[in-house]
């Protein structure tokens, strides 16, 4: 595994647990689509939050939120269509089940397919420090 692929798990695990605590609802996560990957698929209440997460281990090469370009957003917004479409056609059962961490008890979501209040896309920014812990920046309703 590349270095930087190691840096960006880390960056996702780190993401993960910044939206959990903030009392998110995780739907799926790595979620792999025809045009790529959504990082993060999240309820925020009624909303429906994708959240494309981003690393670096140094401001070297710019911050990480730079990397979200209009054309990035285009394929997350693309991704976002295709991850509905699945999500909705899945039966609940599945999607309780699917949306379970091991060990705990499944996200209650209702019966019917559900309606979301409002979509949006936040970007979690992840900067690695020499020492001590990352710093995480979250940029709520980028597109």
């Known amino acids: 595994?590349?270095?930087?692929d190691g840096v960006g798990r880390y960056g996702e695990r780190v993401?993960?647990?910044?939206?959990?605590?903030?009392?998110?609802?995780?739907?799926?996560?790595n979620?792999?689509?025809?045009?790529?990957?959504?990082?993060?698929?999240?309820?925020?209440?009624d909303v429906l939050v994708v959240?494309?997460?981003?690393?670096?281990s140094s401001l070297g090469f710019g911050h990480p939120a730079e990397a979200v370009t209009p054309r990035k957003l285009a394929r997350?917004?693309?991704?976002t269509g295709q991850w509905l479409t699945v999500f909705r056609e899945r039966p609940a059962?599945?999607?309780l089940q699917e949306g379970a961490a091991p060990g705990s008890q499944a996200p209650v979501l209702p019966e019917t397919r559900p309606r979301f209040g409002a979509i949006?896309?936040?970007?979690?920014a992840v900067t690695l420090q020499e020492q001590g812990r990352a710093v995480v920046e979250h940029l709520e309703s980028v597109a």
């Open 1 to 4: 595994m590349a270095k930087k």
């Open 15 to 29: 993401a993960l647990r910044h939206v959990e605590a903030r009392g998110w609802q995780v739907l799926d996560t």
């Open 31 to 45: 979620w792999r689509g025809k045009d790529g990957e959504l990082d993060i698929v999240a309820l925020d209440g």
């Open 51 to 56: 959240v494309e997460v981003k690393t670096r």
């Open 76 to 79: 997350i917004k693309r991704l």
């Open 93 to 95: 059962a599945a999607r």
């Open 120 to 124: 949006r896309i936040d970007v979690v």
